[in-house]
C-alpha cells in the first residue's frame, strides 16, 4: 500500500479554522501533491478534528489548560476536542495512515508546542488532544507544518548524504554543480587515506532533480581520528544550509546470529536506523571544542529522537514503491576496526542491537546538537560474529545490495523533494 497521510484540512486552504478561515501551508500542499500524483487521491486525508468533534465554523477560539480545552470566556469545550479526536483516529485507522500532519499551536492538533492557555499567544510544551491521541496510538507518526517547511529540500537548504561502504557510486548519479576537496573542509583530516569503498570529494548538484550535497566517504574513529574530526561533514553541510542529512553505512546482522534463529534482519537487506546505542567510548560534545563546534550552549543533548520519524515515513514508502523490504532496528556504534566476537554478539542482542558497526553514532549526534533532521540507512553486509567475517566479502555484499539501498534513498529524496 503506498502511503496514506491524514493532513489538518486548514493547511491544504480548506476555510474551518475557529475564525472562518485557513491557514494555507505551501510545503503542505506540494507535499500532497506529490503523495497524490504517486498514489492517487486516497494517498491525502484531509481532516479537521475541531469540525468532526461537532463545533460550528466560524466558532469561539479555545485552547488547551491542563487536561480540559476550554474558550475564552471560560466554556468547557474537552468533551468535542476529544470526540472530534477520536473520530480523526478512527478515520486514521480506516485509511491506514501512518503519517499525520497537522496544525501547529493548535488545542487539537498542535504537536510538541501549544498555546498555554491565557490566550496571550504564549506557548508551552506539549500536544493537542488529537495529537495526543495518535502519539499514544503509537505507529502513527506525527509532524506539523513547520516540520514540512523545515524538512523541505531547496537550493538553500540542500539534502546532506553520507555515503558508506559500496554506496559511494551513488554520488556518480548526481547532476553536479561544483565538487569540492575534503581536504577543503574545515576540521577533516587532511593526511586521510580514503578506506576502500570510499572517497574524499563532495558533490553538489541535484539527484531525482532535488538538491544534495553528497559525501561518499568519511573518516572513522578506529582510523585514529577524533569524534571532532569524525563529525567534520556533518558541521560541513550544517554549514552549506542542510537541514536534513541522510546517515548511511554498512552493517553486520546481530539477532540472526545471537539467536541462532531466522531473524529479521539478514546479510543482503537495506535496513532503517531506528535507534542507536552509542558504545564507541567517543562522543563529539565530550570537550569544550566540541560543545562549540555543535554550536550548542551545553553538552546534554536530547537524544531521545535522534533518528527522525519523519524522514522514515518517506523512507518506508520509497521501499514499498520499490518493492523491497526494508527492515528495522537500533544500530549499534563499536569503535572497531575488527569484527566482533561471538560473546560481543550475545551481548549485543541482550542489550536489544539488530545491526552493529563503526561509524554512525557520533555523526548522528552531532547532526541531533546542530538541529539536523537524521535518516539512518544501513546496508546490512554480513552476519556479525562469522569467524570469516572480512571487509574484502562485506564490500562485495555491499555491491550486491547496492541497486536496492540506491532505490531507497532515491526515493526518499525524490519524496522529500516533492517528486
Not at 532503517?272 to 553538552?299: F, K, S
Not at 563499536?334 to 569484527?339: F, I, K, N, Q
Request: glycine share 10%; charged share 20%.
Amino acid at each position: 500500500m503506498s502511503l496514506r497521510v491524514l493532513i489538518s484540512e486548514c493547511l491544504l486552504g480548506a476555510p474551518v479554522r475557529y475564525d472562518g478561515g485557513a491557514k494555507p501551508s505551501l510545503a503542505v500542499k506540494r507535499l500532497a501533491d506529490c503523495l497524490r500524483r504517486r498514489g492517487g487521491e486516497g494517498a491525502v486525508v484531509p481532516v479537521c478534528p475541531e469540525v468532526l468533534g461537532g463545533p460550528a465554523c466560524p466558532r469561539p477560539p479555545a485552547e488547551r489548560r491542563g487536561s480540559r480545552v476550554v474558550t475564552a470566556e471560560g466554556v468547557d469545550v474537552t468533551r468535542a476536542y476529544a470526540d472530534g479526536a477520536r473520530r480523526s483516529l478512527d478515520i486514521a485507522r480506516a485509511c491506514g495512515a501512518s503519517l499525520a500532519i497537522l496544525k501547529s499551536k493548535s488545542p487539537s492538533c498542535g504537536f510538541d508546542r501549544i498555546y498555554d492557555g491565557t490566550f496571550s499567544g504564549q506557548l508551552r510544551a506539549g500536544s493537542g488532544v488529537t495529537a495526543a491521541l495518535f502519539e499514544q496510538e503509537g505507529h502513527i507518526v506525527v509532524a506539523d507544518e513547520k516540520l514540512v517547511e523545515y524538512c523541505e529540500p531547496s537550493m538553500e537548504h540542500p539534502i546532506a548524504l553520507v555515503l558508506g561502504s559500496g554506496l559511494a557510486p551513488l554520488a556518480d548519479e548526481v547532476r553536479v554543480v561544483r565538487r569540492i576537496k575534503y581536504e577543503d573542509i574545515d576540521g577533516f583530516p587532511t593526511e586521510a587515506i580514503p578506506v576502500e569503498g570510499h572517497r574524499y570529494e563532495v558533490i553538489i548538484g541535484t539527484l531525482e532533480g532535488v538538491p544534495v550535497v553528497v559525501y561518499p566517504g568519511r573518516v572513522h574513529l578506529y582510523q585514529g581520528y577524533s569524534p571532532l574530526q569524525v563529525t567534520s561533514l556533518v558541521r560541513h553541510a550544517h554549514r552549506l544550509g542542510c537541514r536534513d542529512i541522510i546517515l548511511t553505512c554498512a552493517s553486520g546482522a546481530v539477532s540472526a546470529v545471537a539467536s541462532g534463529a531466522v531473524s529479521a534482519v539478514a546479510s543482503g537487506m537495506v535496513g532503517l536506523i531506528t535507534d542507536h546505542i552509542n558504545l564507541t567510548g567517543q562522543n563529539p560534545l565530550a570537550t569544550p571544542q566540541g560543545v562549540a563546534a555543535a554550536e550548542a550552549d551545553t553538552p546534554f543533548i536530547p537524544m531521545a529522537g535522534a533518528y527522525s520519524g519523519y524522514l522514515a515515513e518517506f523512507a518506508r514508502a520509497a521501499a514499498r514503491d520499490a518493492g523491497l523490504h526494508l527492515a528495522e532496528g537500533v544500530y549499534a556504534g563499536l569503535l572497531g576496526p575488527t569484527y566482533e566476537t561471538a560473546a560481543e554478539v550475545r551481548m549485543l542482542n541482550t542489550l536489544g542491537a539488530d545491526y552493529v558497526g563503526c561509524s554512525t553514532v557520533c555523526e548522528a549526534i552531532m547532526a541531533k546538537a546542530l538541529d539536523m533532521e537524521v535518516l539512518g540507512v544501513t546496508l546490512v553486509t554480513n552476519k556479525a560474529g562469522m569467524i570469516d567475517n572480512s571487509h574484502e566479502d562485506a564490500l562485495k555484499a555491499a555491491e550486491k545490495a547496492a541497486a536496492a539501498t540506491q532505490s531507497v534513498l532515491k526515493g526518499t529524496i525524490s519524496y522529500l523533494g516533492g517528486h
